[in-house]
């Protein structure tokens, strides 16, 4: 997976360049200076859509084991920033975050049921948001290609859904019971710890409320991440409202999740930027000089949340 990662990510950053080369090069530079300082309250703006992130996954955890939210919102940070810059497949981000977890007094368990529960939720949570965007383009009159854009929010709500039934139906116990037979006992630590995470998040699909509230938060937190596009434009000085940031958001999430192998869905991100700017008549420099905000975004706050889980993990290791 490291070898395939850094192979789409070698690929993707030619299509940045690639993209980017294509554009009014001067013109980009031209807003970017205009932004100067205030690029730092861009990339500081996504601080509240992690807060929000942070409360929706802690609302799973039982009380008594539950992190502070600080904690919480250094585990979404820590989240982030793996899946965000690694070649990871967007999947390394919960592990280490999980490691976090454990180090912090959360039983495995509720850890891990935790965070496959937020996951879940999260692929319906970001349909939604992806719908409400779309809604919005439609109202102001934005061409849609509805047939591949409903077929893709199906095949979402089909992953979401067979994620949660694989969850409910305790199929991650049932796989490491049969592995832990097909190896002769060898696995029954393994599967012991399946079969308790399973337990777990068969009663935690019981609670409907802390369901709710989860998939509340979470719906909040994509609406918040679109603040981080709104301040671009007020740094940039493009005269664009928080519906068109929102719009714009809710489509390039969209696309981000699709290329989830792509590191920080290089290449990708940034053509979004420009073809789903254009449906809501944002030109190609100014939705260009918004995607290397975004670049930018994912230095300034990532890079140091890697270096802050490289330090937590060798300040404690397992």
Known sequence: MNRLGLLLALGGLALALAVLATQDLSAIAALLRTAGPGLVLVALAH????????WAWAVLMPGRSRPALPLMTLNVWVRESVNGLLPVGRVGGEVASFRLLRRQGVPAAPAAGGLLMDVA????????????????????GGAIGWGGL???????????GAFIAAQRLALFGRMAGALNRVAAGRLEGFAAQAGRMDRYVRRAWRRPRAIALCF?????????????????????G????????????????????????????LGLQE?????????????????????IARRFRDLFLFLPGLLAWAWLERRNPP
């Open 121 to 140: 939720l999260s692929i319906l949570s970001q349909l939604l948001f992806a719908l409400l965007g779309l809604a919005l383009l439609a109202a102001g």
């Open 238 to 265: 493009l005269p664009f409202g928080f519906a068109e940031a929102l719009v714009l958001e809710a489509l390039i999430q969209a696309v981000s999740s699709a290329a989830f192998l792509v590191p920080g869905a």
């Open 271 to 291: 053509a979004g930027f420009i073809g789903i700017g254009a449906l809501v008549g944002i030109p190609a420099a100014p939705a260009a000089a918004l995607a």
């Open 216 to 236: 509340g938060w979470q719906f909040l937190a994509w609406i918040a991440g679109a603040l981080e596009i709104w301040v671009a434009f007020q740094v940039f």
């Open 47 to 54: 601080v509240p859509s992690m807060v929000l992130n942070a």
């Open 150 to 160: 409903l077929l893709g929010m199906a095949g979402g709500a089909a992953l979401g």
